[in-house]
């Protein structure tokens, strides 16, 4: 009994401990962040006023895969309107845009399933000729006993800011919107011989830090082959065997198509990619950007009930080093079908 008493005291110290703490947290949580842009104010502001245009930029969809958009008819300007659905537990929602002012600002009203409601905003601000301040912010109103959650909200809304903002500045910057030049098509692929390393990585740290990942794998790959790198057969590509929600990480597999007597060795697998039959397009732009086209496909498989085999493979034919304009390199995405 005096242990139950003991621990009744403690849970009543904690709680007030809670109580008070809220007592001094603000209900209104307000979070915004800013960028530099070099660029004119409304190719920033052309990147926001389209919620059609925020597939290339989003930070959400970077981080969860099983984010799905649902447009209503319209989609750019106010009054404008899209819903979002994921499987991930923060649930789905929709967001609205209730006013625009010329192109120096645009707010947003946002509704989290189950969770609340929001309000967004953002301002562009011409800083001279050539560049722009862009400016993305959210308050949200919390009842007194949920303040402190307020407080982890901040922290993560703050880093998603900085993310989508350094998204747009770089559109903006590079003028390189992702494009998918052809339809999505049946076709045919030969077996293909390879050598491979596959990671299992976080996806945040993927989303952010990918180009460090291909580098590191495939200069690895390329150092074993050495001379055998003369019978390389066709475009280096990756395998991605799997995106884990609960432990929010992604198994890829970085491959070079190389016909040789070479043996594998410690991480570095000789395996071959089988015949097979699946869907694929063909993307222009940055590697980064890609995302639209597996959209596609995955679209594309549902209306027209294909069986996807479980794994999606980017084939990355153009060659930085011989093409310096992104919006040139083709990238064919293709998923095998069951």
Not at 215 to 221: F, S
Request: glycine share 6%.
């Amino acid at each position: 009994m005096r242990y139950l008493k003991l621990t009744l005291i403690i849970l009543g110290a904690l709680i007030g401990l809670y109580l008070i703490i809220s007592l001094f947290l603000p209900s209104t949580v307000e979070v915004s962040r800013s960028i530099n842009i070099k660029g004119s104010k409304q190719a920033a502001f052309d990147q926001v006023i389209d919620f059609q245009n925020w597939e290339a930029w989003s930070p959400w969809l970077a981080k969860d895969s099983t984010m799905r958009f649902q447009y209503n008819e319209q989609t750019a300007g106010e009054g404008a309107s899209y819903a979002w659905t994921t499987k991930m537990d923060e649930g789905g929602g929709s967001q609205r845009i209730t006013r625009v002012v010329g192109n120096d600002s645009i707010y947003t009203h946002i509704v989290f399933d189950q969770q609340g409601e929001a309000d967004g905003y953002w301002s562009f601000t011409q800083v001279n000729d050539n560049r722009t301040e862009v400016t993305w912010g959210f308050s949200a109103e919390f009842p007194f006993l949920f303040r402190i959650m307020g407080l982890m909200v901040e922290g993560s809304v703050a880093n998603d800011f900085e993310i989508g903002l350094a998204n747009i500045k770089y559109l903006v910057e590079s003028q390189k919107i992702k494009t998918v030049e052809s339809p999505v098509q049946m076709v045919e692929k030969d077996s293909i011989p390879f050598f491979s390393i596959t990671q299992t990585v976080n996806m945040a740290e993927f989303a952010e830090n990918g180009s460090e990942y291909f580098a590191k794998n495939y200069t690895k790959i390329i150092n074993y082959l050495g001379k055998e790198m003369a019978n390389v057969k066709g475009a280096p590509f990756a395998i991605y065997h799997e995106w884990n929600e609960e432990t929010r990480s992604t198994t890829i597999e970085f491959c070079i198509p190389i016909v040789t007597e070479l043996e594998e060795k410690e991480d570095i697998q000789k395996r071959v990619l089988s015949q097979s039959k699946g869907l694929e397009v063909d993307y222009y732009g940055p590697y980064e950007l890609t995302g639209k086209a597996h959209e596609l496909i995955e679209s594309y498989a549902l209306e027209n009930k294909v069986d996807l085999a479980g794994v999606g493979i980017e084939f990355y034919v153009t060659d930085p080093s011989e093409e310096p304009d992104t919006s040139k390199w083709l990238t064919k995405v293709y998923y095998p079908v069951l």
